[in-house]
């Protein structure tokens, strides 16, 4: 049901979040399959768009930051309090340790990400952390405990991460299935503008 709902998010917004993972690189991403706004009239002429106007611009880039994140209002109002630059908000955001553990490939999504953390099969410099928030510094090393990785959930992860690249700010070994933040989140194509959404509680 999660998943489902996300989907229906990522056609009302007209993107794709890739909130499940390998599904949204596949032809059977829901965005690929029904180019169109959810519900009995969202294929209507065509599924075209109508142009938001400034407001509805900025309340779409903010919620592709809350939905892509997972963040409830509240750390929405959070994050953008003040005057931070656009880059400290998308540093926060991509330092967050299930985003990290989403991009280095040891989880197939951030929402598969925060379930791991949750349940504590994640160490970050060899101490447990179950909070999936938690903010990583250059130079931490995230970790999978050995008796987690007989777990169902993480079969077949070596194969798969043979197949991804991590982003050049994380390092990855693939045999002892361990991550590490080495330098500043970059170079990465946002699917948001962040510049939109500081307008928006700016308000």
Not at 161 to 181: R, V
Request: net charge positive; charged share 35%.
């Amino acid at each position: 049901m999660v998943f489902r709902a996300t989907e229906k998010k990522e056609r009302s917004l007209g993107v794709k979040l890739f909130l499940k993972a390998f599904r949204c690189a596949s032809p059977k991403c829901a965005t690929i399959r029904r180019p169109y706004k959810p519900g009995v009239h969202g294929n209507k002429k065509g599924g075209r768009r109508k142009e938001p106007s400034e407001y509805g611009r900025q309340l779409q880039e903010k919620q592709k930051v809350q939905i892509t994140y997972g963040l409830n209002n509240r750390q929405m109002r959070r994050l953008f309090r003040g005057k931070k630059q656009t880059e400290a908000i998308l540093e926060l955001l991509e330092k967050r340790l299930d985003n990290v553990l989403f991009r280095s490939g040891l989880a197939d999504s951030r929402i598969i990400a925060r379930q791991l953390i949750n349940h504590g099969h994640f160490a970050v410099n060899d101490r447990k952390v179950t909070i999936p928030s938690y903010l990583l510094r250059i130079g931490d090393k995230i970790g999978l405990y050995a008796n987690s990785r007989k777990l169902k959930v993480f079969e077949g992860l070596e194969l798969k991460l043979k197949k991804n690249e991590p982003p050049k700010w994380l390092k990855l070994d693939k045999e002892k299935l361990i991550g590490e933040l080495i330098d500043k989140p970059h170079e990465e194509n946002w699917p948001f503008d962040l510049n939109l959404v500081a307008e928006y509680y700016s308000r």
